[in-house]
């Protein structure tokens, strides 16, 4: 059965610290892997996306990914309150499809 | 505000009742998708159109009937629901597969809260 699994959290830290979110799959063969952040009562929102190995940034965001260690992370630098969200990862099920796995998300909480 | 505009954003039904839940995109996409999400849960596939046509139907009850009219537009029929089935549905949209390696982002609208009496 394919998984993708995170710390449930809550994940806390202090305002202008840096976050860091870890989320590991257990499909070798996935190849798209996306971050969503979901305030309490919205939808999710689109962070970030990666599909090759390393580091991708994107203003206060990074997402890092070891396809060897199977896993992928998102860093949040100058963590600010207005980040504290339950932040999803999801992958992709692999082969001919659009379709995803949901991690059951972590959820962050920056204390000013 | 997301390009993916779902409506409408609260229904309150009866469990006789028949309700269509409608989303839109004019970002181009050409997959689409339902997802139904329960509090403190991740979503949950139910539905994944591709080129209007039902790609991927993931054991959902009869009761809940997925339509694509056009490129456009995905709507959700609802008939006979069960108190269980009140959550959040979410309508998603993204590029499609398009035969590479990697599945393209999936932009979510802003959900439908559906409470079944």
């Known amino acids: 059965q394919k998984e993708v699994e995170q710390n449930s959290g809550p994940l806390s830290v202090p305002e202008g610290a840096i976050a860091s979110l870890n989320c590991t799959y257990s499909d070798r063969g996935s190849q798209s892997f996306f971050w969503y952040r979901q305030y309490s009562g919205k939808s999710p929102e689109l962070i970030m996306f990666?599909?090759?190995?390393g580091d991708k940034e994107d203003g206060r965001f990074t997402a890092q990914l070891n396809k060897a260690s199977q896993y992928v992370s998102l860093l949040i630098r100058d963590s600010q309150p207005s980040d504290s969200a339950t932040y999803l990862c999801a992958v992709d099920y692999g082969g001919a499809t659009n379709k995803l796995i949901f991690g059951t998300g972590t959820l962050l909480a920056v204390q000013p | 505000d997301t390009e993916v505009t779902q409506t409408p954003k609260h229904l309150v039904m009866g469990m006789t009742n028949k309700k269509s839940l409608k989303c839109e995109q004019h970002?181009?996409?050409?997959?689409m998708y339902w997802y139904k999400q329960k509090a403190k849960k991740p979503p949950e596939l139910m539905f994944v159109?591709?080129?209007?046509?039902?790609?991927i139907n993931e054991s959902v009850p009869s009761r809940f009937s997925p339509e694509c009219p056009n490129s456009s537009l995905l709507n959700l029929h609802l008939h006979a629901l069960q108190p269980e089935d009140s959550a959040l549905y979410l309508c998603?949209?993204?590029?499609?597969?398009?035969?590479?390696?990697?599945?393209?982002?999936?932009?979510f609208g802003d959900g439908t809260r559906l409470s079944i009496l």
């Open positions: 998603a949209s993204s590029q499609d597969w398009a035969g590479g390696m990697s599945n393209q982002p999936q932009h």
């Open positions: 159109y591709s080129y209007e046509k039902l790609s």
């Open positions: 970002m181009g996409h050409r997959a």
């Open positions: 990666i599909y090759s190995n």
